[in-house]
């Protein structure tokens, strides 16, 4: 049970109004300021900031939203554009320099899993310090310190020092406090990748658990499934200042729009289409191309529709059992693989003569969701022997439908037929109900 | 409860900040009790010495200046009761000071990078490193009622009192560990200047040697607020008449006026102190 039991939706439980953190570049100015600060601060005589001293530069730029219980906001945007910071305004640890930020209720911050626990102690003294840390008080403590444990699944570990642990065990520790504290709002800055895919699963459930409780939740991430699953809003923060705001999916869209951009300025420099010649050039790769239906080179290929990726190469001499390697990643921060192909797998290697060549992967309805991806793509013999690879291919992929709600495309038909013609699976026909 | 977070000072609304220091203050005790438990149990369980570490740096320094005063080195004069005992007690009393000198900016620099990411009552922290040196205090006074024990020095019912008054001295020491803070904090200067200023302070307090009758050194161990405090916590616990209760107590007062001034201003400056720290 949380203790916000007795909100009402629909009246903000957090608000932050035209909030602006400004740094300095330059550590000695910055202890400088920080001290003229403490003095203005002690005095009375600080006030909202004017503008920016030398070296200084805004980390979060008049930025403004409301968050009701329950609901979801994510915070987007590249390293370094205020996220983190606008999570520590609004926790509370740092002090704006404009605007205000109001709310109500217990406030929990899950950031850095495990901060303060200390190496020597055991796992349980270590989980009642913590707790401790996060605000409970002496009974709550008492109450769910084996809730918190039984959650970590920690066992008989749990009376030894923590310096015995894995580090995924410290880390499920850490999230199982967190989310034992009974907030009202949640502060989340990208910890959702604790332990392994089963003990995730159980953190988001646990998410979602205290989401329909009516914690309200903000969340710091670059990993786009847990923004389009989680959130109901998302904010997008570039360079401190507040990009765009709305439904997940068209905020995450214009997020990876500017990425790309910037991405494909960044791979101007780093040509990453070069391909690195690591078998002293006896099989290279010379081009990558991505084809449509009709086999003509497109920049994006089109979600559900036929596709190709096609890869030109030139053998010094014969290969024989040449196998194409496709590992597909979103190209946003942290993504993970989305696609991780080998046609040895698919149990096809070919024979390259002495030349110019091509050899295709194609795809007969393209599965991928609109995103920019980036594939490295690679030539192999058995025994994982790389003749060449290209790093970062980069490609687009658009819809033609919606497909924000989707992770991937599910080719499909629809049917309907009467409820008389349905045979059911113990091989009766239609009538039932 | 709503909770409104705004650039203004804090100190323009001094009843809201007082109210929520006191709110802060009584909620943290648990806390307060975790991170002391966390801190004696951290401090002791990689030591096969243990709680002994806290009686070998006095009866070390002890040592010393024994050895050098029987050996002539230093020119000790003349003290109420043996030497070796004043020296003891002395450097017991001192040491006290000089953990509760270090404990503000220690305290907040062990809990640095959580200060960056938590925030929670800073003043809880601080509690839990100043009630460590008044713990450590407690196992010191021990070997002081030892050294009485051993000489055979008379004892009174101001005995009694030496526990309150020694705490005088952990009082005296975080006010002025509090002032240095706030800078301290920011600049690396002032945690190294610190031994040193503490050095020369025991020089100026009649620590090693008994106050001097005349001169300029006199004029010193005189105006240091630190030599009426050791002189009347030594003056209790061996049953000598105490030679300036009125100066002792205004010392008290002001310390306690301090801590409090100290106590606030590190609350106001730790979101500054945040910002510049890792995490």
């Known amino acids: ?433 | 409860m709503e909770t409104v977070l705004t650039p203004e000072s804090s100190v323009r609304q001094p009843d809201r900040l007082l109210r929520s220091m006191a709110r802060d203050v009584a909620a943290s005790s648990v806390l307060f009790r975790q991170l002391l438990l966390r801190n004696l149990r951290y401090g002791y369980r990689q030591s096969l010495l243990g709680v002994t570490w806290a009686f070998i740096p006095p009866v070390a320094i002890a040592g010393a200046f024994v050895l050098m005063g029987r050996s002539k080195v230093l020119s000790v004069g003349t003290t109420s009761i043996p030497y070796p005992a004043y020296v003891t007690i002395s450097v017991i009393l001192w040491q006290t000071f000089a953990e509760a000198v270090n404990a503000p900016i220690g305290a907040v620099a062990e809990s640095r990078s959580l200060l960056a990411r938590l925030n929670f009552p800073c003043e809880a922290v601080l509690f839990a490193k100043v009630a460590e040196v008044g713990l450590n205090l407690v196992v010191k006074l021990a070997l002081v009622g030892a050294v009485i024990w051993w000489y055979s020095l008379p004892v009174g019912w101001t005995v009694a009192l030496v526990p309150p008054a020694a705490t005088s001295l952990i009082l005296f020491g975080t006010f002025v560990g509090m002032i240095l803070a706030p800078v301290g904090l920011l600049y690396r200067d002032i945690p190294r200047a610190i031994p040193i200023l503490l050095l020369f302070w025991m020089f100026v307090t009649p620590v090693v040697v008994p106050v001097p009758e005349h001169g300029l050194f006199a004029s010193l161990v005189r105006l240091n607020p630190l030599s009426v405090l050791v002189v009347t916590v030594r003056e209790l616990a061996t049953a000598q008449r105490v030679s300036s209760i009125g100066t002792f107590l205004v010392v008290v007062a002001v310390s306690l006026v301090g801590n409090t001034l100290g106590l606030i201003t590190m609350r106001l400056a730790m979101p500054y102190v945040a910002e510049r720290a890792s995490g």
Request: aromatic share 6%.
């Open chain 1, 1 to 433: 049970m949380t203790g916000g039991s007795e909100r009402e939706k629909g009246w903000p439980i957090l608000s932050v109004r035209n909030v602006s953190k400004k740094f300095a570049r330059d550590l000695r100015l910055s202890m400088t300021y920080g001290l003229i600060d403490i003095v203005k601060e002690v005095s009375g005589l600080r006030g909202p900031a004017r503008g920016l001293r030398r070296s200084e530069f805004w980390a979060v730029k008049d930025v403004s939203f409301e968050l009701c219980p329950g609901e979801t906001i994510a915070v987007i945007g590249r390293n370094g554009s205020g996220k983190s910071t606008l999570l520590k305004l609004i926790a509370g640890v740092l002090k704006p320099d404009q605007g205000c930020i109001t709310h109500g209720g217990r406030l929990s911050v899950l950031v850095s899993l495990g901060a303060g626990f200390n190496p020597l102690l055991t796992g349980r003294e270590n989980v009642v310090t913590n707790l401790a840390l996060l605000g409970l008080s002496r009974r709550e403590i008492r109450e769910r310190v084996d809730e918190v444990i039984r959650f970590a699944e920690i066992g008989e570990a749990i009376d030894a020092p923590l310096q015995a642990y894995s580090s995924g065990m410290a880390a499920r520790l850490g999230f199982a406090c967190a989310v034992h504290t009974s907030p009202d709002i949640l502060l989340i800055d990208e910890i959702l990748s604790v332990g392994d895919a089963r003990f995730r699963s159980k953190c988001y459930r646990k998410l979602h658990d205290l989401r329909r409780a009516g914690v309200a939740t903000v969340l710091v991430t670059h990993n786009t499934n847990a923004v389009l699953t989680m959130a109901d809003r998302a904010i997008y923060l570039d360079r401190g200042r507040m990009i765009a705001d709305g439904d997940p999916a068209t905020v995450l869209a214009r997020y990876e729009e500017d990425l790309i951009a910037c991405r494909e300025e960044e791979s101007r420099a780093d040509s990453p289409r070069t391909s690195s010649g690591m078998s002293g050039g006896v099989l290279t790769i010379e081009g990558i191309e991505l084809l449509d239906r009709w086999a003509r080179p497109v920049d994006a290929a089109v979600c559900g529709e036929p596709a190709t990726l096609a890869v030109r190469y030139r053998a010094l001499r014969r290969a024989n059992g040449v196998g194409l390697g496709v590992i597909v990643r979103e190209l946003t921060e942290d993504s993970d693989v989305v696609l991780n192909l080998h046609s040895e797998r698919d149990g096809r290697l070919f024979e390259i003569e002495t030349g110019c060549g091509r050899i295709e992967v194609r795809f007969p309805a393209l599965g991928l969701r609109p995103r920019v991806y980036s594939a490295r793509v690679y030539l192999s013999a058995p025994g994982l022997y790389v003749y060449d690879l290209v790093d970062s291919y980069r490609f687009r992929v658009v819809a033609r439908e919606t497909m924000s709600q989707n992770l991937y495309f599910q080719p499909r038909e629809w049917h309907a037929s009467p409820l008389s013609d349905v045979e059911w699976p113990d091989g009766s026909v239609g009538g039932r109900v």
